[in-house]
């Protein structure tokens, strides 16, 4: 089993996601302002995984200041869960998981046992994110009769939970249950989690999967070599409109003009039900270099222009089933 | 003017793509072998380049074989022209080309007559394909009242065609009359023609793009930040089915979604009449390589599987209109 995070009692160890697959590099910190940093380069990405990295971020937090006062410690620590809860807008993990954190916080009545409670929380979270992708898969799995071809987008496995995986915990049930033929892997371009990680995810639990670029899944359906498409997400408003990296609402339209199911899969912390739509979700714009720098080579000319979005938002009225922890959702979606 | 190819006297000069946007290198030849290679590993690339470039392969194996008796010539020449012809498959403007070049030889009585002949030929479809360009902008251009924020993918330019550009040629001639607010650029996955040499060459010509992913398409148009959608072609059926870079079908369906005009601009020498529709096209597949290792850096795990089909084909009722320098053409197409 993968392990992307680990908790070591006073420090945190996660794999260094930018270096995969050509190195498996472990960071250990005991300082929050590292796993800040690794949020915001993508050292550790995927919406529940940021969700349980922020949470022992704060306990990092909570450890440092550990010998001021009670007074002193809540506000450092509450400090750092406003920096960590800065470090990337779109994800509604990261945003659940610092809320229950901070309500931890507010609650205690020392020191010791804000420390105490705080770490207890953190591993609350991760556990509640390991049992959510085992019951998404089921619920997923359940979907098909038929074994199928399914096409996935970027990379929703152990790397981006700390368990089984969302959409790719939806697969990987699949494939125990001897019901896929072929996984296609969109690259994910441009930083390539689909061709990095979840190619690599995938071969080290035993399935053979089928790289393309995202530009190739068209051809793909029109071919009709895909049967479904499942992909998880950052955020999901109250209405269905489901926020997921950027390509994902391309997926949906092709799946719509070629009548192929478009599955949903995430937690029920993905689902922000204080907004009512699409449009209120912010979008993350990310720098020019990760579309001008491939890996650390320069694929452009200097001084260019870029536009990097790096999600966007499918309509509901595009997505066939929303698969999560509690059951699967469809149209027309209300989550209050 | 960027110089993509030229003729020498007794060799070929041309840029290697491959290289571009790092460093512009000439690479100059004698031997069509060369010239063929160039083609296969996409140092020159894009449909009229192809067939201007195998044309003047055809001269230089003319040359090679000058001192031999005219039997022994013709069938040396006839031998490159079917070795230059099986250099790639779909771009139909390569066997456009060597057929006129097969024409010329098959009618000269001597070596003198068929090598001056060949050259005046090859001299003669780079001058087609020029002009083509300027016809095909005119014509483009006429299309637009107002400005517009136009998308592209691929390269359609200089570097495509010897002359203006087709698609690059509209948008460069919408760009003369003022008519152009914004110009996307398709990356290009996975070769990345958009990132390398789209904008290298629009930056040349004093255009500033934005470039964008493949996958970033449909948020763009969801967002109403494209009017229309410029694409070049590889080959156009007769009925108008399109085979042009891999992911243009994806934006025809994007198009099509969003109500945005879809144009396709080529030359005549893109035609193929002699096939009825797109199911006839051959489509080139590339090597795992061209996934798995970007610009000399391995992306992926090794020992995996890929898909890479270098073009698709977008079903004539998807396109709105096609530009050619003859005419524009609107659905139903029928090119006999």
Not at 62 to 90: M, W
Not at 214 to 231: P, Y
Not at 272 to 296: A, C, H, M, W, Y
């Amino acid at each position: 089993m993968i392990k992307p995070i680990e908790w070591c009692g006073s420090s945190l160890r996660f794999l260094d996601q930018t270096k995969l697959p050509r190195e498996e590099y472990y960071i250990e910190t005991d300082d929050y302002c590292v796993v800040i940093d690794a949020i915001t380069s993508l050292k550790v990405r995927g919406a529940p995984l940021i969700g349980i990295a922020a949470s022992y971020g704060v306990c990092l937090a909570a450890l440092k200041y550990f010998h001021c006062g009670f007074e002193s410690f809540s506000s450092h620590v509450q400090n750092a869960i406003d920096e960590l809860a800065a470090s990337r807008p779109t994800a509604v993990n990261l945003f659940w998981a610092l809320e229950r954190m901070k309500r931890i916080l507010q609650s205690a009545r020392h020191v010791e046992e804000a420390v105490s409670s705080l770490v207890h929380e953190a591993d609350t979270i991760l556990q509640i994110e390991k049992e959510s992708c085992l019951m998404i898969a089921k619920h997923g799995a359940a979907l098909f009769s038929d074994s199928v071809s399914v096409l996935t987008h970027c990379n929703t496995g152990a790397l981006a939970t700390g368990g089984h995986g969302t959409a790719l915990g939806v697969i990987l049930q699949l494939h125990k249950q001897g019901k896929i033929r072929n996984v296609y892997v969109d690259e994910t371009s441009p930083l390539l989690q689909g061709a990095r990680l979840t190619t690599w995810e995938l071969k080290k639990i035993g399935i053979e999967p089928i790289l393309i670029t995202d530009s190739m899944a068209g051809t793909l359906m029109q071919q009709k070599m895909i049967d479904c498409v499942i992909v998880g997400a950052d955020r999901i408003a109250s209405n269905g409109d489901v926020a997921n990296k950027i390509g994902t609402y391309t997926l949906a339209v092709l799946s719509h003009h070629h009548t192929i199911p478009f599955y949903v899969a995430a937690p029920t912390s993905t689902i922000d039900s204080k907004i009512k739509n699409g449009n209120e979700i912010p979008i993350e714009e990310r720098g020019e270099e990760e579309l001008t720098v491939i890996q650390g080579q320069r694929v452009a000319p200097l001084d260019l222009q870029t536009y990097s979005p790096a999600f966007d938002v499918t309509p509901a009225h595009l997505v066939a089933a929303i698969i999560t922890d509690i059951e699967v959702f469809k149209s027309p979606y209300s989550f209050d």
